[in-house]
C-alpha cells in the first residue's frame, strides 16, 4: 500500500499541474498543448499504477498482476531515465532510484522473499 500510494501522489501532480512540474522539474520554457496532454497521460499512468497497488492490498488475487505491472511500469520509467538524457535532472534521477528500489521490492515479492 505505501509503495502505491507513493507512486500515485509523485505522479498525480503531473496530471493536476503539468505545467508547474514540467518548468519545475524539466525546466521546460516554452509548454505547448501537446506537451501538456503527454505529461497529463504520463501523469495518469502513474497514478493508475499506484491506485492498482492501493487495491491489490485489499485484495489478494489482484497483487500478482498489480505488482508485475508495476515492475514493468518502472523499470521502464528508470530505463527512459538513466540510459536517455533525462539523467541529467537530479530530481527525476531520485525518483527513477526509487522506483528502481521499488521493482526490486516487487520482483522479491514475487519471488517469496
Known amino acids: 500500500m505505501v509503495t502505491g500510494a507513493l507512486t500515485s501522489a509523485a505522479t498525480i501532480g503531473f496530471l493536476l499541474f503539468p505545467r508547474l512540474l514540467l518548468v519545475r522539474v524539466f525546466r521546460v520554457k516554452e509548454i505547448g498543448l501537446a506537451l501538456t496532454m503527454v505529461t497529463r497521460s504520463l501523469g495518469l499512468?502513474?497514478?493508475?499504477?499506484?491506485?492498482?497497488?492501493?487495491?491489490?492490498?485489499?485484495?489478494?488475487?489482484?497483487?500478482?498482476?498489480?505488482?508485475?505491472?508495476?515492475?514493468?511500469?518502472?523499470v521502464i520509467f528508470a530505463g527512459v531515465v538513466f540510459l536517455g538524457p533525462l539523467k541529467k535532472f537530479s530530481m527525476v534521477k531520485w525518483a527513477a532510484a526509487g522506483d528502481s528500489f521499488m521493482a526490486l521490492l516487487f520482483v522479491g515479492y514475487l519471488s517469496g522473499f
Do not use: N, Q, S, T
Not at 491506485?51 to 505488482?67: D, K, M, S, T, Y
Open 45 to 74: 499512468v502513474g497514478a493508475m499504477v499506484g491506485a492498482l497497488l492501493i487495491c491489490a492490498a485489499f485484495e489478494p488475487r489482484l497483487r500478482v498482476v498489480a505488482v508485475v505491472v508495476a515492475i514493468i511500469e518502472k
